[in-house]
């Protein structure tokens, strides 16, 4: 691994991905995947809070919905000779998953995703993946199945073990020859409102100082950290957070969105350190200035008249969960809990309402 000479993070970061003035981070891969940095324990919080609401893991149905998502996520990524390569039961695809596998898994690293590594892949019937340091197993494990399915043609079931603390063993296994039904998720290209947002960039990579200061990547392990508060991170596909929300909406209905966004409103009003680093005499648009730079939307406005706040964002990579966040990270700032709504004034404009109660 390739380090900058200007910032020190590895040089396929600025390669790979592009802030934009808009709030967005994304992919300079052929489906122009956007990212956002979220906090592991934000991730996990929302997941175990919904296994905890409906009283089972939610796990298998965080790895189905995530199947699809990886199943493109990861094409988009493979050299090309590999995605046009014939799949199925004829096509004997090892060679192929070996030689690129590598460089996926290196790519996933890079994004704070842990470490993997192929232990087995026997065309036509399984495969083992050893995980040390996943961010989310079930995740990856959709990922995995996406690939294996696309490549082999045949149904499949995942399943995984726990070896040891941070280590976890996934296994694919063959069910059934019948090839699963491949969704055509044609999705529009997401429109974007344009913004001014402007980072500081590092002259020779184009990564922002904002995350070379504030992220610390330990490329061997997998991990992301924030370099002053230790909080571990990860830089997660947009379309696989909103495609899981969707499933989960699905299966669970409507009382869903507002569990999940209470969940993220109480996980930054409990954990936000904005209190100490922002002092209540700044303005308070600055309480959420760090979102450009973790391609959470680009806020443009806040403001209050009586009891009354209001926060504008651009391009939130989840209106509801933006909302929850923006929320908390408020009654962080203040030490005090408020009355919460939100509305899409406009495509990819959220507003969202805060009344203060004392
Ligand atoms: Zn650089």
């Given at each position: 691994m390739?380090?900058?000479?200007g910032c020190?993070?590895p040089?396929p970061y600025?390669?790979f991905l592009a802030?934009t003035q808009?709030g967005?981070?994304m992919g300079?891969?052929s489906a122009?995947?956007r990212?956002?940095?979220?906090?592991v324990?934000?991730?996990r919080?929302l997941?175990?809070?919904?296994?905890?609401?409906?009283?089972?893991?939610i796990?298998?149905?965080?790895?189905?919905?995530?199947?699809?998502?990886?199943?493109r996520?990861?094409?988009?990524?493979?050299?090309?000779?590999?995605?046009k390569m014939?799949?199925?039961?004829?096509?004997r695809?090892e060679?192929g998953i070996?030689?690129?596998?590598?460089?996926?898994?290196?790519?996933?690293?890079?994004l704070?995703?842990?470490?993997?590594e192929?232990?087995?892949y026997?065309?036509?019937s399984?495969?083992r993946?050893?995980?040390?340091?996943p961010?989310?197993?079930?995740?990856?494990?959709?990922d995995?199945?996406?690939?294996?399915?696309?490549m082999?043609r045949?149904?499949?079931?995942v399943g995984w073990?726990?070896?040891?603390?941070e280590?976890?063993?996934?296994?694919i296994?063959?069910i059934?020859d019948?090839?699963?039904?491949e969704?055509?998720?044609?999705?529009a290209?997401?429109?974007?409102i344009?913004g001014?947002v402007e980072?500081d960039?590092c002259?020779?990579?184009?990564?922002?100082?904002?995350?070379t200061?504030n992220?610390y990547l330990?490329?061997?392990?997998?991990?992301?950290?924030?370099s002053?508060?230790g909080m571990r991170f990860?830089a997660?596909p947009v379309?696989?957070?909103q495609?899981?929300l969707?499933?989960?909406?699905?299966?669970f209905g409507?009382?869903l969105?507002?569990l999940?966004e209470g969940l993220?409103?109480?996980?930054?009003?409990?954990?936000?350190?904005?209190r100490?680093s922002?002092?209540?005499d700044?303005?308070?648009l600055?309480?959420?200035?760090?979102f450009p730079w973790?391609?959470i939307?680009?806020?443009?406005?806040?403001?209050q008249?009586d009891?009354?706040?209001q926060?504008v964002?651009d391009n939130?990579?989840?209106?509801?969960?933006?909302?929850?966040?923006v929320t908390g990270?408020y009654?962080a700032w203040t030490g005090?809990?408020?009355?919460t709504s939100?509305a899409?004034?406009?495509p990819?404009?959220?507003?969202?309402?805060?009344?203060l109660?004392t």
């Amino acid at each position: 691994m390739r380090y900058c000479k200007g910032c020190g993070f590895p040089i396929p970061y600025g390669k790979f991905l592009a802030w934009t003035q808009n709030g967005t981070i994304m992919g300079r891969d052929s489906a122009h995947t956007r990212l956002v940095y979220l906090e592991v324990d934000e991730l996990r919080s929302l997941f175990d809070g919904v296994s905890r609401w409906v009283n089972f893991s939610i796990d298998p149905i965080i790895a189905r919905a995530e199947k699809e998502v990886g199943k493109r996520f990861i094409q988009t990524l493979l050299p090309g000779f590999i995605a046009k390569m014939p799949r199925g039961k004829m096509a004997r695809p090892e060679f192929g998953i070996r030689a690129t596998s590598k460089f996926i898994f290196n790519y996933m690293a890079g994004l704070g995703m842990g470490r993997a590594e192929m232990v087995e892949y026997v065309s036509g019937s399984h495969a083992r993946v050893m995980l040390i340091n996943p961010h989310s197993v079930p995740l990856i494990a959709g990922d995995g199945t996406g690939v294996f399915e696309f490549m082999e043609r045949i149904g499949v079931e995942v399943g995984w073990e726990r070896i040891k603390a941070e280590e976890y063993m996934v296994t694919i296994r063959k069910i059934s020859d019948q090839p699963p039904v491949e969704e055509r998720l044609t999705l529009a290209e997401a429109q974007y409102i344009p913004g001014g947002v402007e980072l500081d960039k590092c002259a020779k990579c184009g990564v922002p100082r904002e995350v070379t200061s504030n992220i610390y990547l330990d490329l061997e392990k997998g991990v992301l950290r924030h370099s002053k508060t230790g909080m571990r991170f990860v830089a997660l596909p947009v379309q696989s957070f909103q495609a899981v929300l969707r499933e989960l909406e699905a299966e669970f209905g409507s009382e869903l969105p507002a569990l999940m966004e209470g969940l993220e409103q109480k996980y930054m009003r409990e954990t936000s350190s904005v209190r100490y680093s922002i002092g209540r005499d700044r303005d308070m648009l600055e309480i959420i200035s760090d979102f450009p730079w973790m391609g959470i939307g680009n806020p443009v406005g806040a403001w209050q008249k009586d009891r009354t706040v209001q926060f504008v964002v651009d391009n939130p990579f989840h209106a509801g969960i933006v909302a929850g966040k923006v929320t908390g990270v408020y009654e962080a700032w203040t030490g005090s809990i408020v009355k919460t709504s939100w509305a899409e004034d406009s495509p990819g404009r959220l507003r969202v309402t805060l009344e203060l109660m004392t």
